[in-house]
């Protein structure tokens, strides 16, 4: 079976990038990346693609006179890589509805909250001031609405009386490198389908534990 193939839309460090190429690297994972695309050119995300010898290209949008002209020129590489998914890997552009609407259900997204919660930015100081017990990350399809669409998988992290942002972010960063490469494998395998808003996952089964906090030892 031919492994599909995806492109990685970046504007940062890349650090889920590097977990998806990791996991492509495997010889029965059923994806590869086809190109690694940013539209920032000091992206240090880059040089992990750099290294695994993964095309790269930077698509800078100041250099377009909109945001129809930017995606056209995002849709063009990213078709011309052979690329039949798109992952944003902390790609910091909203998209247009004409873009979503032309990947429909093959443009997906990691999100550091356990969405529908904390769209947007500073997910994690938001998650502490609010007191949630129990903050995580998402990974769904991209939909106009930013942080809008159907969930694919979500990982869940304790919430630490003494956390700051940064403590949280870091637990969740760690989840997110597993849950990426999870989400990739369900779709890469046809096992993933959006029926209505909701996404259907063939042959999975849902976690047996149950998980408190606090949990109470007196």
């Excluded at 650090?15 to 996991?23: E, G, Y």
């Excluded at 870091?170 to 395998?189: C, N």
């Excluded at 389908?193 to 999975?204: C, E, K, L, N, T």
């Amino acid at each position: 079976m031919a492994r599909l193939k995806v492109a990685v839309l970046i504007s940062g460090r890349g650090s889920n990038l590097k977990a998806l190429i990791d996991a492509c690297a495997a010889a029965d994972f059923p994806a590869e990346l086809a190109c690694v695309i940013s539209n920032r050119p000091g992206a240090a995300g880059l040089d992990f693609a750099r290294a695994a010898d993964i095309p790269v290209a930077v698509i800078d949008h100041r250099a377009f006179a909109g945001r129809e002209d930017f995606e056209a020129a995002l849709d063009e590489a990213i078709r011309g890589a052979g690329a039949g998914l798109i992952c944003f890997a902390g790609f910091m552009r909203l998209v247009t509805d004409g873009f979503a609407r032309a990947w429909r259900d093959r443009l997906i997204n990691i999100h550091p909250s356990l969405l529908p919660a904390f769209r947007g930015l500073n997910t994690h100081a938001r998650a502490i001031e609010s007191g949630v017990r129990f903050s995580g990350c998402t990974v769904h399809f991209v939909r106009t609405e930013m942080d809008i669409g159907p969930i694919i998988a979500q990982a869940a992290v304790p919430v630490h009386a003494d956390d700051d942002a940064d403590a949280l972010a870091a637990r969740v960063l760690v989840t997110e490198h597993r849950l990426y490469p999870l989400a990739l494998r369900l779709i890469a395998e046809g096992r993933a389908r959006v029926i209505g808003d909701v996404v259907h996952i063939d042959g999975a089964r849902p976690p047996e534990a149950v998980l408190l906090n606090p949990v109470d030892d007196t």
